[in-house]
């Protein structure tokens, strides 16, 4: 993250602008990035893809800030941080997640450079968020409606997920008559600027299989109760169930992870979060879902993570990750509850058979899964 932390500092308010920007001229093509937060979504899908940009001969990207990410801050838009500068500079601009009206804005922006682009990546289906998840509860109907409306005034939108273009594509066809925004599909990659000065990979030394769940949901954590009681009761002091970032106010869900003895982790910052996960010293990780349309259109990020740490994933087949997974090769698929202890008893059986999964998963993400030349030239064809 050293990179990552360097940029940051840099693009600190208090430096002036010559320092925080390079706006020379140059004959490549500009991507100007607005605002991300520092987490995930930031990382995936703004500050990796700018720094790997930079790397091209024909194309270069500029970040506005690196804003905290701060879950009881108000979903507020950071736009009007934006230079006249800078939009001048721009050939695209690539705009979070809007939820205010911004249209006023964006005629002003189109004003100031009638030639550019107007984007916005959107992380995940904010209009199917189960009522489960804490971010619901931000999310009114005006603000839905704003976004609604937002996606509209672009000319593109970008998201990671194929299934998810599709419904988006639709979704502005349909509902948004004078809309002409095209819906792009660029998938989340693994870059090494997360891995810099990372300690070597840990490993499991006890007897004990440490089993995984990672920032799970209410919902799909409880669409795999009774498989953890079953493993539970079956497996007894064979296993030892990890949580990393347990489920908001679940009460449900903390009686479940207390009654099968999970060992919980409270979530960290992006900036330790692959430092943290590297130390929980998994053999494997369940991801759990539960059949719906926001699982269906989610990101595969975390497939990326614990595939880089070597760390095997038992996938439902209602996680989007599962059809990236080659069964048995580079991870597993399960539906029934079966399968689900089958896999575990397996890897309890054959610890070698961990470390060879997890070996191809590492071999499996920086091949087919990072920031290689043909996976720049997918950003550089987007924004020509």
Not at 7 to 21: G, I, T
Not at 260 to 287: A, G, M, P, R, T
Not at 313 to 342: C, M, Q, R
């Amino acid at each position: 993250m050293r990179t990552v932390k360097e940029l940051q500092a840099r693009l600190n308010p208090k430096n002036s602008f010559d320092q925080r920007y390079n706006i020379e001229t140059d004959d490549k093509i500009h991507l100007l990035y607005v605002s991300p937060k520092l987490n995930a979504t930031g990382y995936y899908r703004v500050i990796t893809p700018a720094l790997e940009i930079n790397k091209t001969d024909t194309h270069k990207a500029i970040i506005t800030s690196i804003e905290t990410n701060d879950f009881s801050r108000k979903l507020s838009d950071f736009v009007n941080q934006l230079d006249e500068r800078l939009i001048a500079w721009a050939d695209y601009i690539i705009f979070p997640s809007l939820f205010s009206d911004v249209t006023y804005l964006m005629q002003a922006i189109k004003t100031l450079n009638p030639s550019v682009q107007l984007v916005m990546d959107l992380d995940r289906n904010y209009f199917a968020i189960p009522v489960s998840i804490p971010l619901s509860r931000k999310l009114t109907n005006d603000k839905l409606k704003h976004l609604e409306n937002n996606l509209g005034l672009m000319d593109i939108v970008t998201v990671a997920n194929e299934a998810f273009q599709k419904f988006l594509q639709r979704f502005i066809d349909d509902r948004l008559e004078n809309a002409h925004t095209f819906v792009q599909y660029l998938p989340s990659l693994v870059s090494r600027y997360g891995y810099e000065e990372m300690p070597p990979l840990t490993r499991n030394t006890s007897e004990k299989v440490r089993v995984g769940l990672i920032k799970p949901n209410e919902e799909d954590l409880l669409s795999l109760k009774k498989v953890l009681f079953k493993m539970r009761a079956d497996l007894k002091d064979k296993i030892q169930f990890v949580c990393l970032g347990k489920p908001h106010s679940s009460r449900e869900g903390d009686l479940l992870l207390k009654e099968i003895d999970c060992e919980i982790h409270d979530s960290v910052s992006f900036l330790d979060y692959f430092e943290k996960l590297n130390s929980l010293q998994l053999d494997v990780v369940l991801l759990p879902a539960k059949e719906g349309l926001f699982t269906r259109n989610q990101n595969n990020q975390l497939l990326l993570e614990l595939s880089v740490f070597g760390i095997p994933i038992v996938a439902s087949i209602y996680h989007p990750t599962s059809k990236l997974i080659s069964d048995g090769e580079n991870g597993f698929v399960a539906s029934e509850v079966p399968e689900w202890l089958d896999i575990i008893n397996l890897q309890i059986k054959d610890k070698t058979l961990i470390n060879r999964i997890g070996k191809n998963a590492i071999k499996s993400v920086w091949i087919k899964d990072s920031w290689t030349q043909k996976k720049l030239s997918y950003s550089q064809e987007a924004f020509i």
